[in-house]
T-cell receptor, first 113, second 114 residues
Framework: DTEVTQTPKHLVMGMTNKKSLKCEQHMGHRAMYWYKQKAKKPPELMFVYSYEKLSINESVPSRFSPECPNSSLLNLHLHALQPEDSALYLC????????????FGQGTRLTVV | AQSVTQPDIHITVSEGASLELRCNYSYGATPYLFWYVQSPGQGLQLLLKYFSGDTLVQGIKGFEAEFKRSQSSFNLRKPSVHWSDAAEYFCAVGALQAGTALIFGKGTTLSVSS
């Protein structure tokens, strides 16, 4: 199994809502990542978890809250988002703590209304 | 500063013609180089990677890339493009140290004409 599974595929939420994005992998990878991607732009790193500990937070606003319950799961909790947060949110995983041989999920298309 | 430059924002190639997408990098340490492809609304798929050894690397879908240290380049090539190759292509550079993350170029959009 070489897949990174993200749910939901699409999400529409209001600015007062609380929602969560989920990411799952069963490749034994110990590093997991959240990226944000706007249209026609490259992915922007948000968070890195290495061995279930947050190792990188790229100055992401607190309305985004990551969580890594175990080595196979990665969540991104969303609260009080703004319309400009609408984007494709990509999860990735890799061996060890590096991004070499990273596998990306299909992403969650988030629209904030 | 570490960076990746993809000079071509958009390229159109006729089906069956050859393709070359350019990538230049600036990286202080030994670079590990990647090419990813992304179809609209989809995640990124790894086409190929270079870590060390032979500077000409083969990837999936008939793609290859050549690492040229003297030119700080890692250009992607394909001898004959298919309509299904139309997508966004990202070059990226990274390191194998724990906690590091990829640095992506801005991407090149490939259109294929019939």
């Amino acid at each position: 199994d070489t897949e990174v599974t993200q749910t939901p595929k699409h999400l529409v939420m209001g600015m007062t809502n609380k929602k969560s994005l989920k990411c799952e992998q069963h490749m034994g990878h110990r590093a997991m990542y959240w990226y944000k991607q706007k249209a026609k732009k490259p992915p922007e790193l948000m968070f890195v978890y290495s061995y279930e500990k947050l190792s990188i937070n790229e100055s992401v606003p607190s309305r985004f809250s990551p969580e890594c319950p175990n080595s196979s799961l990665l969540n991104l909790h969303l609260h009080a988002l703004q319309p400009e947060d609408s984007a494709l949110y990509l999860c990735a995983s890799s061996q060890g703590g590096s991004l070499a041989e990273a596998f990306f999920g299909q992403g969650t298309r988030l629209t904030v209304v | 500063a570490q960076s990746v430059t993809q000079p071509d924002i958009h390229i159109t190639v006729s089906e069956g013609a050859s393709l070359e997408l350019r990538c230049n990098y600036s990286y202080g340490a030994t670079p590990y180089l990647f090419w990813y492809v992304q179809s609209p609304g989809q995640g990124l798929q790894l086409l190929l990677k270079y870590f060390s050894g032979d500077t000409l690397v083969q990837g999936i879908k008939g793609f290859e890339a050549e690492f040229k240290r003297s030119q700080s380049s890692f250009n992607l090539r394909k001898p004959s493009v298919h309509w299904s190759d139309a997508a966004e292509y990202f070059c990226a550079v990274g390191a194998l140290q724990a906690g590091t993350a990829l640095i992506f170029g801005k991407g090149t959009t490939l259109s294929v004409s019939s």
